[in-house]
Protein backbone atom coordinates (compact mmCIF):
# COMPACT_ATOMS: atom_id res chain seq x y z
CA UNK A 1 0.00 0.00 0.00
CA UNK A 2 1.29 3.63 -0.39
CA UNK A 3 2.31 5.06 2.80
CA UNK A 4 2.84 8.93 1.60
CA UNK A 5 2.13 10.58 -1.37
CA UNK A 6 3.56 13.66 -2.58
CA UNK A 7 1.76 15.43 -5.10
CA UNK A 8 3.75 18.48 -7.17
CA UNK A 9 4.97 20.30 -3.81
CA UNK A 10 5.92 23.91 -4.13
CA UNK A 11 7.46 25.66 -0.64
CA UNK A 12 9.03 28.89 0.11
CA UNK A 13 10.77 30.27 2.53
CA UNK A 14 10.82 33.93 3.38
CA UNK A 15 9.34 34.31 -0.44
CA UNK A 16 11.64 32.73 -1.94
CA UNK A 17 10.58 28.94 -3.64
CA UNK A 18 12.91 26.38 -2.69
CA UNK A 19 10.61 23.07 -3.39
CA UNK A 20 9.59 23.45 -7.17
CA UNK A 21 6.97 20.74 -7.52
CA UNK A 22 8.05 17.14 -5.65
CA UNK A 23 6.53 14.16 -6.87
CA UNK A 24 7.29 11.11 -4.40
CA UNK A 25 5.54 8.18 -4.08
CA UNK A 26 6.37 5.90 -1.13
CA UNK A 27 5.11 2.17 -0.45
CA UNK A 28 4.99 0.29 2.56
CA UNK A 29 8.41 -1.53 3.03
CA UNK A 30 10.56 0.64 1.07
CA UNK A 31 13.46 2.64 1.70
CA UNK A 32 14.08 5.47 -0.41
CA UNK A 33 17.25 7.34 -0.45
CA UNK A 34 17.61 11.45 -1.35
CA UNK A 35 20.37 12.80 -2.75
CA UNK A 36 21.61 16.24 -4.12
CA UNK A 37 23.71 18.69 -3.98
CA UNK A 38 23.93 21.31 -0.56
CA UNK A 39 20.96 23.19 -1.07
CA UNK A 40 18.88 21.45 -3.72
CA UNK A 41 16.05 21.33 -1.01
CA UNK A 42 16.34 18.30 0.90
CA UNK A 43 16.12 19.84 3.95
CA UNK A 44 13.47 21.54 3.02
CA UNK A 45 11.50 19.12 2.19
CA UNK A 46 12.07 16.90 5.09
CA UNK A 47 10.87 20.17 7.28
CA UNK A 48 7.75 20.75 5.28
CA UNK A 49 6.98 16.93 5.64
CA UNK A 50 7.08 17.41 9.06
CA UNK A 51 5.69 21.15 9.81
CA UNK A 52 8.29 22.73 10.39
CA UNK A 53 6.73 26.63 10.22
CA UNK A 54 9.88 27.97 8.92
CA UNK A 55 8.09 26.56 5.50
CA UNK A 56 5.87 28.35 3.73
CA UNK A 57 3.63 25.87 1.53
CA UNK A 58 2.61 27.29 -1.48
CA UNK A 59 1.07 24.77 -3.76
CA UNK A 60 0.68 20.39 -3.56
CA UNK A 61 -0.10 17.69 -1.41
CA UNK A 62 1.19 15.15 0.80
CA UNK A 63 -0.97 12.59 2.44
CA UNK A 64 0.54 9.89 4.81
CA UNK A 65 -1.46 6.44 4.54
CA UNK A 66 -4.22 8.79 3.15
CA UNK A 67 -4.37 11.55 6.05
CA UNK A 68 -3.70 14.79 4.61
CA UNK A 69 -0.97 15.85 6.11
CA UNK A 70 -0.12 19.46 5.05
CA UNK A 71 -3.21 20.86 7.46
CA UNK A 72 -1.83 19.62 10.58
CA UNK A 73 0.09 20.34 13.55
CA UNK A 74 3.44 19.24 13.94
CA UNK A 75 2.73 16.85 16.80
CA UNK A 76 -0.04 15.23 14.94
CA UNK A 77 2.05 14.03 12.36
CA UNK A 78 4.20 12.89 14.73
CA UNK A 79 1.42 10.93 16.36
CA UNK A 80 0.24 9.84 13.11
CA UNK A 81 3.72 8.20 12.36
CA UNK A 82 5.85 10.66 10.92
CA UNK A 83 9.42 10.73 12.23
CA UNK A 84 11.90 12.94 11.53
CA UNK A 85 15.79 12.82 12.54
CA UNK A 86 17.39 16.52 12.45
CA UNK A 87 20.61 17.11 10.66
CA UNK A 88 21.71 19.19 14.05
CA UNK A 89 19.67 17.97 16.92
CA UNK A 90 18.96 20.06 19.67
CA UNK A 91 19.98 20.09 23.24
CA UNK A 92 16.58 19.98 25.84
CA UNK A 93 18.44 21.07 28.71
CA UNK A 94 16.96 20.28 32.33
CA UNK A 95 14.48 17.39 30.68
CA UNK A 96 15.61 13.90 31.11
CA UNK A 97 15.34 11.50 28.17
CA UNK A 98 12.84 9.05 30.13
CA UNK A 99 10.75 12.19 30.60
CA UNK A 100 10.90 12.95 27.33
CA UNK A 101 10.29 9.57 25.96
CA UNK A 102 7.17 9.12 27.99
CA UNK A 103 5.72 12.52 27.56
CA UNK A 104 6.17 11.85 23.72
CA UNK A 105 4.98 7.84 23.90
CA UNK A 106 1.96 8.85 25.85
CA UNK A 107 1.31 11.95 23.69
CA UNK A 108 0.90 9.31 21.16
CA UNK A 109 -1.21 7.11 22.69
CA UNK A 110 -3.25 9.60 24.35
CA UNK A 111 -4.35 10.42 20.42
CA UNK A 112 -4.42 6.91 19.85
CA UNK A 113 -7.54 6.36 22.57
CA UNK A 114 -4.77 4.12 23.90
CA UNK A 115 -4.36 4.49 27.92
CA UNK A 116 -0.82 5.53 28.69
CA UNK A 117 1.87 3.13 29.50
CA UNK A 118 2.48 2.55 33.20
CA UNK A 119 6.25 3.39 34.59
CA UNK A 120 7.04 -0.29 35.08
CA UNK A 121 5.27 -0.78 31.16
CA UNK A 122 7.40 2.20 30.04
CA UNK A 123 10.89 1.17 31.46
CA UNK A 124 10.41 -2.41 29.73
CA UNK A 125 10.00 -0.63 26.61
CA UNK A 126 13.20 1.70 26.89
CA UNK A 127 15.39 -1.36 27.73
CA UNK A 128 14.20 -3.23 24.56
CA UNK A 129 14.52 -0.43 22.31
CA UNK A 130 17.80 0.82 24.19
CA UNK A 131 19.12 -2.39 23.31
CA UNK A 132 18.92 -2.06 19.14
CA UNK A 133 21.13 0.93 19.14
CA UNK A 134 23.54 -0.22 22.28
CA UNK A 135 22.52 2.92 23.73
CA UNK A 136 24.23 3.44 27.02
CA UNK A 137 21.68 3.07 29.98
CA UNK A 138 22.80 6.55 31.49
CA UNK A 139 22.32 8.01 28.55
CA UNK A 140 19.17 7.94 29.09
CA UNK A 141 18.91 9.35 32.88
CA UNK A 142 20.90 12.98 31.01
CA UNK A 143 19.22 15.69 30.21
CA UNK A 144 18.15 15.39 26.43
CA UNK A 145 21.41 15.30 23.84
CA UNK A 146 22.81 17.84 26.56
CA UNK A 147 26.76 17.09 26.08
CA UNK A 148 25.95 14.01 24.49
CA UNK A 149 28.80 13.91 21.42
CA UNK A 150 27.99 13.83 17.86
CA UNK A 151 27.41 10.01 17.90
CA UNK A 152 25.97 9.78 21.05
CA UNK A 153 22.87 12.21 19.51
CA UNK A 154 22.58 10.28 16.44
CA UNK A 155 21.95 7.07 18.29
CA UNK A 156 19.69 8.89 20.58
CA UNK A 157 17.97 9.87 17.64
CA UNK A 158 17.22 6.12 16.62
CA UNK A 159 16.74 5.04 19.77
CA UNK A 160 13.52 7.95 20.16
CA UNK A 161 12.48 6.37 16.66
CA UNK A 162 12.79 2.75 18.35
CA UNK A 163 10.56 3.70 21.12
CA UNK A 164 7.67 5.60 18.79
CA UNK A 165 7.59 3.07 15.78
CA UNK A 166 6.71 5.66 13.11
CA UNK A 167 5.25 4.42 10.00
CA UNK A 168 7.76 6.94 7.90
CA UNK A 169 10.98 7.82 9.25
CA UNK A 170 12.93 10.82 7.46
CA UNK A 171 16.58 10.58 8.39
CA UNK A 172 17.90 13.75 7.43
CA UNK A 173 21.78 13.64 7.41
CA UNK A 174 22.22 11.36 9.82
CA UNK A 175 25.24 10.00 9.49
CA UNK A 176 27.12 13.52 8.82
CA UNK A 177 29.81 13.58 11.63
CA UNK A 178 29.62 9.75 12.18
CA UNK A 179 32.86 7.48 12.69
CA UNK A 180 32.19 4.13 10.92
CA UNK A 181 31.58 2.19 13.77
CA UNK A 182 28.95 4.71 15.03
CA UNK A 183 27.62 5.04 11.41
CA UNK A 184 26.93 1.24 11.84
CA UNK A 185 25.37 0.93 14.97
CA UNK A 186 22.59 3.74 13.86
CA UNK A 187 22.36 1.88 10.23
CA UNK A 188 21.92 -0.96 12.11
CA UNK A 189 19.23 0.13 13.97
CA UNK A 190 17.20 1.28 11.00
CA UNK A 191 17.64 -2.15 9.71
CA UNK A 192 16.39 -3.69 12.76
CA UNK A 193 12.98 -0.99 12.84
CA UNK A 194 12.41 -2.30 9.19
CA UNK A 195 9.35 -3.74 8.50
CA UNK A 196 6.47 -4.54 5.70
CA UNK A 197 4.57 -1.66 7.17
CA UNK A 198 6.65 0.71 7.56
CA UNK A 199 8.94 2.80 5.35
CA UNK A 200 12.38 5.06 5.37
CA UNK A 201 13.40 7.89 3.89
CA UNK A 202 17.47 8.30 3.90
CA UNK A 203 18.84 11.82 2.81
CA UNK A 204 22.54 11.52 2.49
CA UNK A 205 25.52 13.06 0.86
CA UNK A 206 27.34 9.83 1.35
CA UNK A 207 26.96 6.50 -0.97
CA UNK A 208 28.43 4.84 2.33
CA UNK A 209 25.49 4.82 4.59
CA UNK A 210 23.71 3.25 1.52
CA UNK A 211 26.13 0.16 2.18
CA UNK A 212 24.35 -0.49 5.16
CA UNK A 213 21.10 0.91 4.48
CA UNK A 214 20.06 -0.30 1.40
CA UNK A 215 17.86 2.12 -0.75
CA UNK A 216 15.24 0.44 -2.81
CA UNK A 217 15.03 3.58 -5.13
CA UNK A 218 17.54 6.71 -5.18
CA UNK A 219 16.00 10.03 -6.40
CA UNK A 220 18.44 13.23 -7.14
CA UNK A 221 17.08 16.40 -5.56
CA UNK A 222 18.34 19.36 -7.54
CA UNK A 223 16.69 22.88 -8.00
CA UNK A 224 13.74 22.04 -5.81
CA UNK A 225 12.96 18.86 -8.12
CA UNK A 226 13.17 15.20 -8.28
CA UNK A 227 14.96 15.13 -11.64
CA UNK A 228 15.67 11.56 -11.79
CA UNK A 229 14.85 8.37 -9.58
CA UNK A 230 16.53 5.01 -10.09
CA UNK A 231 17.99 2.20 -8.20
CA UNK A 232 21.12 1.83 -5.92
CA UNK A 233 23.28 1.74 -8.62
CA UNK A 234 22.29 5.58 -9.46
CA UNK A 235 24.12 6.19 -5.42
CA UNK A 236 27.49 4.42 -6.87
CA UNK A 237 27.09 6.80 -10.25
CA UNK A 238 27.01 10.16 -8.17
CA UNK A 239 29.81 8.74 -5.86
CA UNK A 240 32.01 7.81 -9.40
CA UNK A 241 31.07 11.04 -11.45
CA UNK A 242 29.83 13.79 -8.80
CA UNK A 243 26.78 16.57 -9.49
CA UNK A 244 28.40 17.82 -12.62
CA UNK A 245 26.49 15.45 -15.19
CA UNK A 246 23.19 16.24 -13.04
CA UNK A 247 23.64 20.23 -13.10
CA UNK A 248 24.71 20.24 -17.23
CA UNK A 249 21.47 17.83 -17.62
CA UNK A 250 19.27 20.01 -15.60
CA UNK A 251 20.82 24.13 -16.77
CA UNK A 252 17.91 26.90 -17.29
P1 LIG B 1 19.70 20.92 1.39
O1 LIG B 1 19.15 20.26 2.60
O2 LIG B 1 19.43 20.15 0.12
O3 LIG B 1 21.15 21.24 1.52
P2 LIG B 1 18.00 23.10 2.19
O4 LIG B 1 16.61 22.60 2.08
O5 LIG B 1 18.60 23.17 3.54
O6 LIG B 1 18.93 22.30 1.18
O7 LIG B 1 18.07 24.56 1.57
C1 LIG B 1 17.52 24.90 0.31
C2 LIG B 1 17.62 26.37 0.10
O8 LIG B 1 16.75 27.05 1.00
C3 LIG B 1 19.01 26.96 0.32
O9 LIG B 1 19.24 27.95 -0.65
C4 LIG B 1 18.90 27.54 1.70
O10 LIG B 1 19.79 28.64 1.84
C5 LIG B 1 17.46 28.00 1.76
N1 LIG B 1 16.93 27.98 3.13
C6 LIG B 1 16.65 26.87 3.84
N2 LIG B 1 16.16 27.17 5.07
C7 LIG B 1 16.15 28.53 5.13
C8 LIG B 1 15.76 29.49 6.11
N3 LIG B 1 15.26 29.10 7.32
N4 LIG B 1 15.87 30.79 5.81
C9 LIG B 1 16.34 31.18 4.61
N5 LIG B 1 16.73 30.34 3.63
C10 LIG B 1 16.63 29.04 3.88
MG1 LIG C 1 22.67 20.79 3.32
MG1 LIG D 1 20.01 19.60 4.39
Redesign the pocket.
Known amino acids: DILLEVRDLHAS??G?E?LKGVNLTIREGEVHAIM??????????S?VLAGNP??TVTAGEASLHGVELLNLPPETRSHEGLFLSF?YPVEIPGVSMVNFMRAAVNAKRKYLNQEPLSASEFLKLMRQKREIVELDNKLASRSVNEGFSGGEKKRNEIFQMAVLEPRLAIL??TDSGLDIDALRVVAGGVNKLKTSKNATIV?THYQRLLDYIKPDFVHI?YK?RIVKTGGPELALELEERGYDWIKEENKD
Open positions: VEKIGPNGSGKSTLGAYQDEILG
